[in-house]
């Protein structure tokens, strides 16, 4: 197959940016590279979506215009917030697919042309990424329901670079909802099963390793709220915003999934909580804890109890607990992890306080 002779936009990569202007840069350079060099240019779309940032942004985009007619620049005239700027970033994309990438991601080499081809030969209506999910359960390409995808991939299904969606569920699912509607934090997720839901599409997942480098842990500033907030309550949400609208095998999947994964959300939050949080953030926490409990199943409720009461502890008896805990479930090599992280989410706690490292930044949610 000759990608190069094909004269259509098959695949937008969308990028929602503010204010990282030196990370956008050599993520377009590198996207560029690939493009470029395999003669892409005809069925690739770059379009970044500059949610009103007061840096070089725009300049840096449009150094890279004069040379590349397939680079888009939008700017937002205000800030929209984060959600919006993402949904808008894969709403005006012109390609037949699209691919969110966050600006401080970095892509494997040679990715945009394997991705061509499986959309070109298989034509999903969603390809996701599985090489960043930590249990092998598919070791190679396959066609896969939706009950199934978000049963074991429910998480993975949200995080930029791991999915590879069709433009028109994005489009058409905007229509009729409208931005508000979405989740602060997995819209996108809720795009994919709502757009496979109505089309009744393939779904396709394969070990593709397309972001193989990023810099998301090191501007991203984590407490136990955000772990929270991020990795298992607005899952919830997600899902349950859009209970009406699709399958209740669908809806089962995606709460088995969270059942199942939450032993390791519960170490996660922990050790972010005792070792990183002050006493603001822990509070920050058990609040939320106790403000939600009531929507999730008894399990579920004593997994988030134990989170609540290991946060009230003094640290004094919750460090020396959790490092024998860790040490006793992950070893030696889990214990010095578990520093390493500690080290850095408190040298990045004083960074983001910083003008000159305004670029490190903590989630903020919208509503």
Same mark, same amino acid.
């Given at each position: 197959m000759k990608l190069k002779n094909l004269s259509r936009k098959i695949l937008t990569i969308a990028i929602p940016t503010w204010n990282r202007a030196r990370y956008l840069k050599g993520l377009i350079d590198q996207l560029v590279v690939q493009i470029n060099t395999f003669k892409l240019e005809q069925s690739i779309e770059i379009l970044i979506s500059d949610n009103a940032s007061d840096d +070089?942004? *725009? @300049? &840096? &985009? $449009? $150094?890279f215009i004069k040379n590349s007619s397939y680079? &888009?620049?939008? *700017? +937002?005239?205000? +800030?929209?917030? =984060?959600k919006s700027n993402v949904l808008k970033s894969m709403e005006i994309a012109s390609g037949e697919y699209v691919l969110l990438i966050g600006d401080d991601d970095r892509i494997r080499n040679n990715c945009l042309v394997d991705i061509l081809k499986i959309l070109i030969e298989s034509k999903p209506g969603v390809l996701i990424d599985i090489s960043g999910f930590r249990l092998k359960l598919h070791e190679k390409r396959s066609e896969i329901p939706l009950n199934e995808l978000v049963r074991n991939y429910y998480w993975l299904m949200g995080n930029a670079g791991h999915y590879v969606v069709k433009t028109e569920y994005v489009k058409s699912n905007l229509k009729i909802f409208g931005y508000d509607y979405f989740n602060e934090c997995w819209p996108h997720t809720q795009i994919i099963i709502l757009g496979i839901s109505q089309s009744k599409e393939l779904c396709i997942v394969d070990n593709l390793t397309i972001p193989e480098?990023? %810099?998301? =842990?090191?501007?991203?500033?984590?407490?136990? %709220?955000y772990l929270l907030r991020t990795c298992y309550f607005e899952l919830l949400n997600s899902i349950n915003d859009i209970k009406n609208n699709i399958s209740e095998d669908i809806y089962k999947a995606a709460r088995l999934y969270m059942v199942k994964s939450l032993p390791q959300q519960l170490l996660n939050i922990l050790q972010c909580g005792i070792f990183v949080d002050d006493a603001k953030q822990k509070q920050q926490t058990r609040t939320h804890i106790i403000n939600n409990i009531t929507k999730f199943t008894l399990k579920e409720q004593l997994y988030l109890l134990i989170i609540y009461f290991g946060l009230a502890l003094p640290g004094f008896i919750?460090?020396? /607990?959790?490092?024998l805990f860790i040490f006793l479930l992950k070893g030696a090599p889990g214990l010095e992890k578990k520093n390493e992280f500690v080290k850095t989410e /408190? @040298?990045?706690k004083i960074s983001e306080s910083k003008p000159q490292t305004r670029d490190v930044r903590r989630l903020e949610f919208e509503k």
């Open positions: +070089n942004t *725009r @300049q &840096v &985009v $449009d $150094d680079i &888009v620049y939008s *700017r +937002n005239e205000k +800030n929209i917030g =984060a480098t990023g %810099f998301h =842990a090191e501007l991203m500033v984590y407490s136990s %709220f919750s460090k020396p /607990l959790s490092n /408190l @040298q990045k």
